[in-house]
T-cell receptor, first 112, second 113 residues
Framework: KNEVEQSPQNLTAQEGEFITINCSYS?????LHWLQQHPGGGIFSLFM???GKKKHGRLIATINIQEKHSSLHITASHPRDSAVYIC??????????????FGSGTQLTVLP | DSGVTQTPKHLITATGQRVTLRCSPR?????VYWYQQSLDQGLQFLIQ???????AKGNILERFSAQQFPDLHSELNLSSLELGDSALYFC????????????FGAGSRLTVL
């Protein structure tokens, strides 16, 4: 069983829609990353968070430590947001050598 | 351009062969991570180096090895290649060894025929 679960696996939206991608994990973590992978393969780090909420432009990431759950929201979605969004968690104490475990990704397609 | 440079971008080789993938981290970053992304397994952590020393090991096969050189660039060596080794191999770097934001290279796509 994958210790990091993402949903949905695939998501198609119309331009302008509000989008939510979810990530759940099984045990306590020190940090959670949201990554974006473009069709060409390149991976970009969007957020790293260990509590609360972060916002960058139209992207918002939240994490609920008690619920072991994080969400990535995209407001006013645009076709250029089409990509695979990957959640990754870092187990263990902050600063430890435990490395990232990745979710299977959510393929987002935004139609014009 | 993320500042993390990976070469080669594409590589096609045959089973049983050996290849070397190279990664130059972002200027000032001391830690290098290697990841493998295959169609059936998704992204998996292979190995981490920090300032020349191995810091953590993940799902890295014995046929694979890596090192980080004094100039901080890193090489991932894959030997006795099998069809299942076909994948995208990513390198990422951070300034410290802990839970910092990762900067990824563009990846090296390996195809084993």
């Amino acid at each position: 069983k994958n210790e990091v679960e993402q949903s949905p696996q695939n998501l198609t939206a119309q331009e302008g829609e509000f989008i939510t991608i979810n990530c759940s994990y099984s045990v306590g973590i020190s940090a959670l990353h949201w990554l974006q992978q473009h069709p060409g393969g390149g991976i970009f780090s969007l957020f790293m968070l260990s509590s609360g909420k972060k916002k960058h432009g139209r992207l918002i990431a939240t994490i609920n430590i008690q619920e072991k759950h994080s969400s990535l929201h995209i407001t006013a979605s645009h076709p250029r947001d089409s990509a695979v969004y990957i959640c990754a968690v870092k187990w263990g104490a902050f600063g430890s050598a435990r490395q990232l475990t990745f979710g299977s990704g959510t393929q987002l397609t935004v139609l014009p | 351009d993320s500042g993390v440079t990976q070469t080669p971008k594409h590589l096609i080789t045959a089973t049983g062969q050996r290849v070397t993938l190279r990664c130059s981290p972002r200027s000032g970053d001391l830690s290098v991570y290697w990841y493998q992304q295959s169609l059936d397994q998704g992204l998996q952590f292979l190995i981490q180096y920090y300032n020349g020393e191995e810091r953590a090991k993940g799902n890295i096969l014995e046929r694979f090895s890596a090192q980080q050189f004094p100039d901080l660039h890193s090489e991932l060596n894959l030997s006795s290649l099998e069809l299942g080794d076909s994948a995208l191999y990513f390198c990422a770097s951070t300034r410290q060894s802990g839970a910092n934001v990762l900067t990824f290279g563009a990846g090296s796509r390996l195809t084993v025929l």
